[in-house]
T-cell receptor, first 112, second 115 residues
Framework: KAGVTQTPRYLIKTRGQQVTLSCSPISGHRSVSWYQQTPGQGLQFLFEYFSETQRNKGNFPGRFSGRQFSNSRSEMNVSTLELGDSALYLC???????????FGPGTRLLVL | AQSVTQPDIHITVSEGASLELRCNYSYGATPYLFWYVQSPGQGLQLLLKYFSGDTLVQGIKGFEAEFKRSQSSFNLRKPSVHWSDAAEYFCAVGARGSTLGRLYFGRGTQLTVWP
């Protein structure tokens, strides 16, 4: 069974632009969670989606948003990029009723 | 609120030596506990998990961890480290039911292995 995939793997943007990242979960997994990883703050939870509904949200500004499609694929969007948004963005998927999260390889975002 | 502490930022061991990485958590009930490993530029790979039952859990790559409720700890161990184990290790806690899809992570322990 294929693992979690994330596209693109690397992105370079400039301040003020917006970006969309994509995550395809493991087949059969309906929960997708997103995390931001930076050297300064570590791994921080962004949000979680299940069956196209956001069930949980971390403490990030409204510039960070997401959605989930009927096939469980998820996207996250960051608008008006800031230098501090440079990070590794990880998504993880899990089965309903199982808290085990399986992570993708991440998208490395660099904001210049 | 849930929190995870990994007291050791960086650990260096010689190849073949034993390893123990420490993890302490704060949570009001019995949590779900995980150890993940991350190689440079990669995502997180699940090493092992504890949900309930036997407090000594076995994982991949020869790792094991022991849940000690009285100490709120979930330390990761390996009897003999290989050079390929050099990576960053993260302990994580998940809450049963109430924090859907959210794991709380420690700040990680960077493991260096000397040949």
């Amino acid at each position: 069974k294929a693992g979690v995939t994330q596209t693109p793997r690397y992105l370079i943007k400039t301040r003020g632009q917006q970006v969309t990242l994509s995550c395809s979960p493991i087949s059969g997994h309906r929960s997708v969670s997103w995390y931001q990883q930076t050297p300064g703050q570590g791994l921080q939870f962004l949000f979680e989606y299940f069956s196209e509904t956001q069930r949980n949200k971390g403490n990030f500004p409204g510039r960070f948003s997401g959605r989930q499609f009927s096939n469980s694929r998820s996207e996250m969007n960051v608008s008006t990029l800031e230098l501090g948004d440079s990070a590794l963005y990880l998504c993880a998927s899990s089965l309903q009723g199982d808290e085990t999260q399986y992570f993708g390889p991440g998208t490395r975002l660099l904001v210049l | 609120a849930q929190s995870v502490t990994q007291p050791d930022i960086h650990i260096t061991v010689s190849e073949g030596a034993s390893l123990e990485l420490r993890c302490n958590y704060s949570y009001g009930a019995t949590p779900y506990l995980f150890w993940y490993v991350q190689s440079p530029g990669q995502g997180l790979q699940l090493l092992l998990k504890y949900f309930s039952g036997d407090t000594l859990v076995q994982g991949i790559k020869g790792f094991e961890a022991e849940f000690k409720r009285s100490q709120s700890s979930f330390n990761l161990r390996k009897p003999s480290v290989h050079w390929s184990d050099a990576a960053e290790y993260f302990c994580a806690v998940g809450a049963r039911g109430s924090t859907l899809g959210r794991l709380y992570f420690g700040r990680g322990t960077q493991l260096t292995v000397w040949p």
